[in-house]
């Protein structure tokens, strides 16, 4: 299965506070997860991605935490700030190969 | 660095013709480009791969002869939408693999087509 299941679709959060955002796959050959932040109007950033060698991974504000055994991996955006307000979508690949996408998230981090 | 531009950022055309969009990454060699299409507020849909010097890869449901992809250089793919319509509004994304990163893709900045 190709899939990559992403939620909640939406999430406020009030500043300070913490986001998390969760996906989950279904193909074991998956091994590079990343996630992307997009502002409307703007191509998707790449945020953070980790390979399923590692249960966690933290640059700054962000974690992915992934489990290998339950084939999920989530987002933690600690001290959310409005300036975090964006969609943020979760991705797989495996090897070289194309990115699957989840749906997407819409954050909104209010003052 | 892994910068991707993209030109035009919108462009309004004509239903009838055609529209070429241009993806360049700036700072480093792309062996495989991709370009996406997205719906507001929907995710990304993959529409073809690109390898520098062959032909491109379509996803299942997009046609090859409406949308045209030429990856020319490792530096340079461009999409064109020949015989637009109104229904081939909207926002087009490309994205670029580097040459000897085999995972991490970056994205240009979107193109808006707006057909009348």
């Known amino acids: 299965q190709q899939q990559v299941k992403q939620s909640p679709q939406s999430l406020i959060v009030q500043k300070g506070g913490i986001s998390i955002i969760n996906c989950a796959y279904e193909?074991?050959?998956?091994?590079?997860f990343p996630w992307y932040q997009q502002f409307p109007g703007k191509g998707p950033a790449l945020l953070i991605a980790?390979?399923?060698?590692?249960s966690e991974k933290k640059e700054g504000r962000f974690t992915i935490s992934f489990n290998k055994s339950a084939k999920q991996f989530s987002l933690h955006i600690m001290d959310s700030q409005p300036g975090d307000s964006a969609t943020y979508f979760c991705?797989?690949?495996?090897?070289?190969?194309?990115?699957?996408f989840g749906t997407g998230t819409r954050l909104q981090v209010f003052p | 660095g892994a910068v991707v531009s993209q030109h035009p950022s919108w462009v309004i055309c004509k239903s009838g013709t055609s529209v070429k969009i241009e993806c360049r990454s700036l700072?480093?060699?792309?062996?495989?480009m991709f370009w996406y299409r997205q719906f507001p507020k929907q995710s990304l849909m993959l529409m073809a791969t690109?390898?520098?010097?062959?032909?491109?890869?379509?996803e299942q449901g997009v046609e090859k002869d409406k949308f045209l992809i030429n990856h020319a250089s490792l530096t340079l793919s461009t999409l064109t939408v020949t015989s637009a319509h109104p229904e081939d509004s909207s926002f087009y994304i490309c994205?670029?693999?580097?040459?000897?990163?085999?995972?991490?893709?970056?994205f240009g900045p979107g193109t808006r087509l707006t057909v009348t």
């Open positions: 994205s670029a693999r580097r040459q000897g990163f085999s995972y991490e893709q970056y």
């Open positions: 193909n074991t050959a998956f091994d590079y």
């Open positions: 980790i390979r399923p060698d590692v």
């Open positions: 991705a797989a690949s495996s090897n070289t190969d194309k990115l699957i």
């Open positions: 700072d480093f060699q792309a062996t495989t």
């Open positions: 690109s390898n520098e010097g062959s032909k491109a890869t379509y």
